[in-house]
């Protein structure tokens, strides 16, 4: 018996094995699993064979959907940490699903049915959606306001029997496939094709830009042909969109941004705080280009929960919106674009050193990072969560010459970026040079993956902690990681070579599919990380028609939907916490 499969000698003298497959373990001359299906087992179970005779049991199964890659363990957690160590490990090889044996020693790199092929991956603060190779798109976590596009409010992935086949796709209506992914705080939208926008779930302030103030997503008939198109202007599609809290901008093809929702920290940056695409007759050819300056066009943008950078034609940065711990990068804390004579060439360019060209920005609640064409990595805006990494807890870029002092983030001895990722709350992540993945900022619920100290949760904020001392995450044995999402404090990835997820973090609502609400995975990474992190199932990647199911409720005990009732007055509360709200905001710092 191993630790992945088992063998028994029948009284005939014959051998029977059944489990993993993935390395030809089972002596079938494949490498599919058997035993995860009802229709495996008994007479379908064929005997091995030694001799080159053909087996006199034929193995013709059907095709379930479950699996038990997951042994879920308790959701207790204990005073000593102690974890069920009843699960089989995940192993970082792709394994078919296909249930036909072949005499192939080499696996197939399109699994049907279970583990689909993924392209992208996009998490708002407690949901996540995936665009399959299929170009279907599945969501899975919260869904109070209908932000998984399933057609009501009922969460998906924290109970058994949800994820895979059992996980609708989202329709997006006829003739409609979607290329690019992006979720909000508590919406999701898609880049199609066609280079159109489509979107679903919160509304209260018009992030859907679709006209009024009403959800879509939550209830069956808004989905499909019924969720209209985005109207961007005559003409006018879009090449990229970035999301914030409640807000949704658009680079348009001709370099332009354009932005709708709440406005109040000046987001849109339209040089006031009016709320756009709330009311009919504010979208399309009303919507109004954030001015970037003179002969300025943009190459790509990036959103924090209340503000907006951009790198422009010209190898330089620009933000604006809310700056209340110097975000903006500017010098100071005041908001940029919330009043007249702030946009276009009035607003200023980050005062970085001219040999170094921005080529990347990612961005948490109140932090931006920039990686650059070298290879570094400089951060700015609030500290105290360590987003900064720069071992200390002060903000940077509300005084005058810090941004232009700021200096590389430590990534390791000889060490360089790839790419940098942001998140909904707190944390950067980045892919090093040599394919390894590092994380810092909050780790209070093990987002980080790589366990939690009895002492102080966060990475980043005290010397020592950063370069060659910031654990590389453990994924599984050999993996690595092509992108990277992450929440509010929870993180998922897509795998490089089998183009399959893993998900770890905060769990209460199912954000990382795993079919409960555990919530130890990064606790213990020599338990909850590497092969022993569960792989999602997607299912098979054929697109399927969307099931409501109305009767189906859950219900939390945190609200995380702001209230549909639009305030008069919109102002950036002081009160604003670091819990998972579906602002993923924290506290603002004077």
Excluded at 228 to 235: D, E
Excluded at 285 to 304: E, H, I, P, Y
């Amino acid at each position: 018996m191993g630790n992945s499969h088992v063998c028994v000698l029948l009284t005939s003298t014959n051998l029977k094995c059944w489990g993993y497959g993935y390395l030809g373990q089972l002596g079938r001359g494949s490498t599919i699993d058997i035993g995860d299906g009802p229709s495996e087992m008994g007479d379908a179970l064929p005997l091995l064979d030694f001799d080159g005779v053909t087996p006199t049991v034929t193995n013709t199964p059907a095709e379930t959907n479950t699996s038990t890659l997951t042994s879920t363990p308790t959701s207790t957690r204990t005073a000593s940490k102690t974890l069920t160590r009843s699960k089989t490990p995940t192993r970082s090889k792709t394994k078919t699903k296909t249930r036909t044996p072949t005499k192939s020693k080499t696996p197939t790199r399109t699994p049907v049915g279970y583990v689909s092929r993924v392209q992208l991956i996009a998490s708002g603060a407690v949901h996540t959606c995936a665009l399959l190779a299929s170009s279907v798109v599945k969501c899975w976590g919260l869904n109070d306001n209908g932000q998984l596009g399933a057609g009501n409010t009922a969460a998906r992935g924290d109970a058994v029997g949800e994820m895979a086949n059992a996980l609708p796709s989202v329709d997006l209506g006829t003739g409609v496939i979607a290329k690019k992914i992006y979720a909000g705080s508590s919406h999701t939208c898609v880049l199609t094709t066609t280079n159109q926008v489509k979107c679903w779930g919160q509304n209260d302030a018009g992030q859907l830009g679709i006209g009024d103030a009403d959800n879509r997503g939550d209830a069956f008939g808004e989905m499909g042909d019924a969720l209209p198109f985005v109207n961007l202007g005559s003409g006018m599609t879009a090449t990229e969109l970035t999301i914030g809290s409640r807000f949704t901008c658009a680079l348009l093809t001709t370099g332009s941004v354009v932005c709708w929702g709440t406005n109040d920290n000046g987001q849109m940056g339209i040089g006031s705080t009016d709320t756009i695409g709330d009311n009919s007759g504010e979208m399309g050819d009303a919507l109004v280009a954030v001015d970037l300056g003179t002969g300025r066009t943009a190459l790509s943008t990036v959103a924090s929960a209340y503000s907006v950078c951009a790198i422009l034609d010209n190898a330089t940065i620009k933000c604006w919106g809310n700056n209340s711990v110097g975000q903006l990068g500017l010098g100071d804390t005041a908001s940029r674009g919330d009043n007249s004579s702030e946009m276009g060439d009035y607003l200023l360019a980050l005062p970085f050193a001219a040999d170094l060209t921005p080529v990347e920005l990612a961005t948490s609640s109140y932090n931006v990072c920039a990686r650059f064409d070298n290879g570094t990595i400089r951060c700015w805006g609030r500290g105290d969560n360590a987003d900064l990494g720069n071992g200390d807890s002060s903000i940077q870029g509300n005084d005058t010459g810090e941004l232009a002092a700021l200096t590389a983030i430590d990534l390791g001895s000889g060490h360089t970026a790839k790419r940098v990722f942001g998140s909904a709350y707190s944390g950067f992540c980045v892919i090093l040079d040599d394919d390894a993945l590092k994380c810092w900022g909050s780790n209070s619920d093990a987002n980080l993956g790589i366990g939690i100290s009895s002492g102080d949760t966060k990475w980043g904020n005290a010397a020592g902690e950063m370069g060659d001392s910031l654990p590389t995450i453990d994924l599984g044995t050999g993996v690595t990681v092509t992108t990277l999402s992450a929440g509010s404090l929870f993180r998922c990835a897509i795998l490089k070579y089998s183009t399959a997820v893993k998900c770890w973090g905060v769990n209460d609502a199912g954000q990382l599919g795993h079919e409960s609400t555990y919530a130890a995975w990064g606790e213990y990474p020599d338990a909850t990380m590497g092969d022993y992190l569960p792989i999602l199932r997607l299912g098979a990647i054929v697109p399927s028609t969307v099931t409501p199911t109305p009767t189906k409720t859950k219900t939390y005990t945190r609200t995380l939907s702001p209230s549909r009732t639009k305030s008069p007055t919109k102002t950036l509360s002081p009160t604003k916490t670091a819990t998972r709200t579906a602002t993923a905001s924290a506290t603002p710092i004077p």
